[in-house]
């Protein structure tokens, strides 16, 4: 029936022209927030592209609730009216990942879903661009942490509730009016507020379709209803738990503390947070470890699989929480609850605590990588068959690593206790008890007596298989009692964190060092591994004892009792997570070493993801399927290559991270080579390595990506800064400081400005305040603090402020944006 309505809209004279000027005008609109200027016009635009990009990923925050002048200017962790929203979030969508559901819905307020991993990269700069929604991904995100230290893998928008009735009922009479002629129009949505969750878009569509009225403007009523209600993140479990997801907390927390830095210990300590309850959960080892027939079919292997499962008992406890009359979950259905049905909560430090605790008791055999234990992979999903290889990761250790060093950093600042979760503080008991023996064992013996670098062979030596499974069998206990929680908890002193983390440390270095004696082959390969850290292990289990059961297609399952490690070439993701974790001198000789390494494309002046896969077997996963060069096979995938570009910049690399954008990133590479707009990403670049030398370095595969990510990551550094607001040690008040690292050729000369003033760089902080940078001759801007500011207040007021900080009564003021109008720096 809407079809001739639809065909004589757009059969209307001018239609065509209305809406692609509209659709313009919208893209413009949103992009406009990182409008930048320099000397390469190109650059700009991509600076736009990128941003728009990863909106449509990772969604686009608006703040609802908006009723008064205070909420206007507040963040939305000083003024709870406030909630903060994202549009357009979804799954990105490519003919490589068809089972991705690429779905935008043509709905009011219309999101996601979007995978976790993919949301929460693609998040990680929405503080910095837009202060005001303050720390609400860092307490979402970490809202969908489980104990087991795993999370769900759909993002789905945030819903709404309004338990009070005449709270409904005042927002019914004040949009659709008092008249008696209206009580049907007022109890029905009065209904539709307080009948159960709802999100915005749905909410307008349930008002259109029952001919609700507004007296009010659509807007009006949804700040209104965002400022009386309570928000809750949602998700959605399936099949497996990624084994990186979790690496991206810290990156959500390091970019809230770039902008409120003095709030850093609030957020730790003093919210409350629930966890995650999925149905599915990860088999022990003895349901998981399968012999099967190796692939010549004469011998046998044991083989990982089916890792995870949708517990009965599980979803049994979360059918309690049905809505009657809705047939659908309530919210706390999916929170984690106690005994006694109530939703357990814990810190946000404690929660931390508990990732690290997880992590770190899933550190593989040897005590190099993380177990990828849960079914899925890390980062590089093509190594999806690493899962049934017993494989384990460095990337994530060295992620571990940070974490570990971060609650380390925290604890000794702040000296406050971490409240657990009784069962976790078994759990950490446990993991003492195993260290203990390990320490005591002939192994760490030989360690201390040793005079040169320890000798290792691919079999895991005895003390460490017994520590492994000891701490393996306390890992999956605690995942057995924890269907729900006793509701005890168990108060750990600062003093009592710092030695267990230091301990951990201590253990994880150790670790490290013998995935660099195992994975370091020297300048003879041809691949050039010396100094180079691996990223992937496998371990097989050359030993094993029959448990007397079988798996549904009849394998037998198995105890492993001997265990040999097996190592990989070259892959870029290890050395960019070992970036993190080294400082600026270490990552100079990284540097030069992946250089003449493999892993670099000498042809394309570009870092591949792998260096050669020739002869590695097809266990790997899907990526042995492609030719080498093409997709995650030795190709150039822009995603990692932009994580290796970003922590160049990061650890203060400038000239060589500024060599390398001009050869490896867009939009400064051929565009005839690359085949398409260089303004936007693709998956991957086709490597020297590919067969057909004409398709070398041409772009496929065009889609959202975690690339624009890093990019505008870079775009922080290069224009903002590292940390923009940062604490007076004197005063211990909160100050703001703009050092830039911006090279002479992004400049752009004025000829006929002032001396001091001949070139500059302009762009726009925090969506809307225009910021001007003048230098009076052609130089390199790498980490140089201004001699002087200017600031315009909207009022059209001028504040001048000599010297390299902005005073922190001004800097707050330039957090909340809406009384500025531009600041004016001087170099």
Not at 561 to 568: D, H, S
Request: proline residues 5%; hydrophobic residues 40%; aromatic residues 12%.
């Amino acid at each position: 029936t809407d079809v001739p309505v639809f065909s004589r809209r757009i059969n209307q004279l001018g239609f065509p022209q209305y809406k692609l000027a509209r659709a313009r005008e919208l893209v413009a609109q949103i992009t406009s927030g990182v409008e930048t200027v320099t000397s390469n016009e190109l650059f700009d635009k991509h600076v736009q592209q990128m941003y728009l990009d990863n909106s449509l990923r990772g969604g686009i925050p608006v703040l609802l609730g908006e009723i008064d002048d205070r909420s206007r200017s507040e963040s939305a962790d000083d003024d709870d009216r406030i909630k903060v929203y994202h549009l357009f979030s979804r799954v990105h969508g490519d003919l490589e990942r068809d089972y991705n559901n690429f779905v935008l819905e043509p709905t009011y307020f219309s999101q996601g879903p979007g995978n976790f991993r993919d949301v929460a990269q693609n998040r990680r700069n929405d503080v910095v661009i837009n202060p005001r929604i303050g720390s609400f991904n860092v307490k979402l995100f970490l809202s969908f942490l489980q104990a087991d230290g795993y999370n769900p893998l759909s993002v789905e928008a945030v819903v709404f509730t309004i338990e009070d009735k005449a709270q409904c009922e005042r927002i019914s009479t004040t949009v659709v009016g008092h008249a008696d002629g209206h009580r049907a129009q007022r109890e029905a949505l009065a209904l539709i507020l307080c009948d159960g969750p709802f999100r915005p878009g749905q909410l307008m569509s349930m008002i259109e379709e029952q001919n609700i009225i507004l007296l009010t403007s659509p807007s009006e009523l949804i700040d209104d209803v965002a400022a009386t209600a309570e928000i809750s993140p949602m998700a959605v479990t399936k099949d497996g738990f990624w084994a990186d997801h979790w690496t991206y907390y810290i990156d959500l927390v390091n970019s809230f503390l770039q902008i409120y830095p003095e709030k850093e210990e609030s957020l730790l300590y003093d919210q409350m947070l629930p966890y995650f309850f999925s149905p599915r959960i990860v088999r022990p080892r003895a349901e998981k470890y399968v012999l099967s027939t190796s692939f010549d079919g004469f011998g046998h292997h044991v083989r990982q699989l089916d890792p995870s499962y949708e517990s009965p008992s599980r979803v049994k406890k979360m059918k309690q929480f049905i809505n009657n009359s809705s047939g659908w979950f309530e919210i706390k259905a999916n929170y984690q609850h106690d005994v006694a049905g109530n939703v357990f909560k814990s810190t946000p430090i404690a929660k931390l605590f508990l990732l690290a605790t997880l992590k770190f008791s899933t550190r593989d055999p040897y005590g190099m990588g993380i177990e990828y234990e849960g079914g899925k992979p890390g980062w590089n999903d093509a190594m999806n068959g690493l899962v049934g290889m017993v494989g384990s990761g460095l990337p994530e250790t060295y992620e571990l690593k940070v974490l570990l060093n971060y609650i380390q950093k925290v604890n000794d600042k702040y000296q406050r206790p971490v409240t657990v979760p009784k069962e976790l503080a078994s759990l950490i008991g446990n993991i003492s008890d195993a260290l203990d023996l390990l320490e005591m064992s002939d192994y760490a013996k030989s360690l201390k007596n040793a005079t040169n670098t320890p000798t290792l062979t691919s079999t895991v030596p005895s003390d460490l298989f017994q520590y492994w499974d000891s701490v393996a069998t306390a890992r999956e206990y605690y995942r057995e009692v924890t269907n729900v929680f006793s509701g005890k908890t168990h108060e750990f002193s600062s003093t009592s964190v710092a030695k267990i983390i230091e301990r951990w440390i201590e253990q994880v270095n150790m670790g490290i060092e013998r995935a660099m004696i195992l994975g370091n082959h020297g300048y003879n390969k041809a691949d050039m591994k010396s100094g180079i850290t691996p990223t992937y292990f496998s371990f097989n289990i050359t030993k094993w004892e029959l448990t007397g059961k079988k798996n549904p297609d009849g394998h037998p399952f198995v105890r492993a009792k001997k265990i040999a490690v097996g190592e990989f070439p070259l892959f870029l993701e290890g050395v960019v997570r070992m970036m993190k974790t080294i400082d600026k001198d270490e990552v100079q000789s990284v540097y030069e070493k992946v250089k003449a390494s493999g892993l670099r494309d000498k042809g394309l002046g570009m870092y591949t993801l792998s260096s050669s896969l020739v002869g590695q077997s097809y266990d790997m996963g899907r990526m042995m399927a492609f030719s080498p060069g093409w997709l995650e096979n030795q190709s150039v995938w822009m995603h990692m290559s932009y994580k290796y570009y970003l922590e160049l910049i990061r650890k203060g690399l400038y000239t060589e991270f500024f060599d390398e954008m001009k050869s490896g990133m867009l939009p400064f590479i051929n565009d005839e080579t690359y085949g398409r707009s260089l303004l936007e990403c693709s998956s991957f670049i086709a490597s020297s390595a590919f067969v057909d030398p004409s398709m070398r370095g041409k772009g496929f595969l065009a889609r959202l990506s975690g690339s624009t990510a890093e990019f505008l990551s870079m775009w922080v550094l290069m224009m903002i800064g590292p940390n923009p607001f940062f604490m007076n040690n004197e005063t211990g008040l909160v100050e703001m400081q703009l050092v830039p690292a911006l090279p002479s050729w992004l400049f752009r000369e004025d000829p006929s400005a002032g001396r001091n003033e001949k070139f500059v760089v302009q762009y726009k902080l925090f969506t809307s305040i225009n910021v001007v940078y003048y230098i009076s001759e052609s130089r390199d801007l790498f980490g140089v603090r201004p001699m002087r500011y200017e600031i315009g207040l909207r009022d059209g007021s001028r504040i001048k402020v000599d010297g390299p900080t902005i005073p922190s009564d001004l800097a707050t003021n330039i957090r909340r944006v809406v009384f500025i109008d531009f600041i004016h720096a001087w170099y």
